[in-house]
Nanobody
Framework: QVQLVESGGGLVQAGGSLRLSCTASGRTYSTSAMAWFRQAPGKEREFISSIKWNAGNTFYADSVKGRFTISGDTAKNTLYLQMTSLKLEDTAVYFC?????????????????????WGQGTQVTVSS
């Protein structure tokens, strides 16, 4: 089992920045990829970004490309999402996810069902 705990969410003005963190515990050595998803009220959970640990490849949704950066510190078992130039439409609950399944290092693994472990989420609210 892998346990995930997100932190770093909050209220920020449009154009501002936030850094989310996701601390993993348990059998973290077994994870092959981790990702960030978000879910706005009344909408489905959507992919934001993923990272493949072996190759270090990263992937982004078009809506955040150039504004968000995913990274990880394996020594601290922590995943980060640096968010800049935040927009009103970035308002959502942000979830961290981890997978033990092995996919190609060039495959973004951007589907909810491809992840077995989820955090409880952290709220990000962008105001005008």
């Amino acid at each position: 089992q892998v346990q995930l705990v997100e932190s770093g969410g909050g209220l920020v003005q449009a154009g501002g920045s936030l850094r989310l963190s996701c601390t993993a515990s348990g059998r973290t050595y077994s994870t092959s990829a981790m990702a960030w998803f978000r879910q706005a009220p009344g909408k489905e959970r959507e992919f934001i970004s993923s990272i493949k640990w072996n190759a270090g490849n990263t992937f982004y949704a078009d809506s955040v490309k150039g504004r968000f950066t995913i990274s990880g510190d394996t020594a601290k078992n922590t995943l980060y999402l640096q968010m800049t130039s935040l927009k009103l439409e970035d308002t959502a609950v942000y979830f961290c996810a981890a997978s033990r399944s092995v996919y190609s290092s060039t495959y973004p693994q951007d589907q909810v069902w491809e992840y077995s472990y989820w955090g409880q989420g952290t709220q990000v609210t962008v105001s005008s």
